[in-house]
């Protein structure tokens, strides 16, 4: 039946129409919070280049975290910015290391956080790079044995889930073994598993200090151009015993979203990575954009590509504007 049976502008005639037929879902409880963690005491020093974020010392991240978790947002994912960077990136996998530290502190305090830690060496390198460099090219096989030690560091810090982010061949398998036979079956693995060579984690590099000192990411990182590949990724961790799979970035890669759903039975994950956040808040510092209904739109395609969860810095604003009520 067409028109003028069929007038599909009906069901758009009010707001309590639309909200009945919405298709797509917002909602807190889908979002991860990243924070960043620094040493020191009373630290809580404004990012730059992700404006409304801060670095946060152990003992300030747990009150940042808190106030996430009582506007419904369930997650935080740790990353952290060390003292001190070396070739192997060692601060990583300290038992002392200020992540271990936050998730001590964070799952003391606030036990029902879900603690989410990210697994790289990027920001604890000297050299900037993900893993260990011989002859300027990331080692895959001996990179595996440091995210190894990372991750177990990370669970007996109390961890629920650990995110390799550093795109190795075989880390989801290597941190599934290591952590069933030190006594963490219980501990999950959110796998970054098709993380792009992107352009948009530029403010996410200056926050961390993490830019690559020579060369690129590519070696590792997956070509933008590839949508097929992204399958690989995802299956291959699937296989390998991940427990949710990520996407990233989310915006220039709807379709990869879409495709990795209609693939896997996972969850799904979607990263809102820093240059997203960040060319909205530069665009609503102008009065270019309105920042509530831009995030939120974004937000919403996100989910209707179909990601279960989005990592998002946008997440406290978000929350609080959805508590207020949507006015779509
Ligand atoms: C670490 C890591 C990065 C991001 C998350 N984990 C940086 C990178 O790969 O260079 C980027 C997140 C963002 O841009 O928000 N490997």
Known sequence: MAFP??????????????????????????????????????????????????????????????????????????FGI??????????AYSDEGVVQQAVRALKQRL?????????????????????VVVNRQ?????????????????????????APSDMMDGRVAAIRAALDEEGYAGVGILSYAAKYASSFYGPFREAAFSAPAFGDRRGYQMD??????????VILDVEEGA?????KPALAYLDVIHRVREAVHLPVAAYNVSGEYSMVKAAAARGWVDERQVTLEILTSIRRAGADLIITYHAKDAARWLRQGDTR
């Open 5 to 78: 049976a069929t007038r599909l502008r009906r069901l758009r005639s009010s707001p309590g129409l639309r909200g009945m037929v919405r298709e797509t879902r917002l909602d807190p409880s889908c979002f991860i919070y990243p924070l960043f963690v620094v040493s020191g005491r009373g630290v809580a020093d404004p990012i730059p280049s992700l404006p409304g974020l801060c670095h946060w010392s152990v003992d300030r991240v747990v009150g940042e975290a808190e106030e996430a978790l009582s506007l419904g947002i369930p997650a935080v994912l740790l």
């Open 82 to 91: 060390p003292e001190q960077k070396d070739e192997l990136g060692s601060e």
């Open 111 to 131: 036990p029902e956080l879900i603690v989410i830690t990210d697994v790289c060496l990027c920001e604890y390198t000297s050299h900037g790079h993900c893993g």
């Open 138 to 162: 990331v080692d895959n096989d001996r990179t595996l044995e440091l995210l190894v030690r990372t991750a177990l560091s990370h669970a007996r810090a109390g961890a629920d889930l650990v």
């Open 224 to 233: 933008p151009a590839n949508a097929r590949e992204a399958l690989r990724e």
């Open 243 to 247: 427990d949710i799979v990520m996407v």
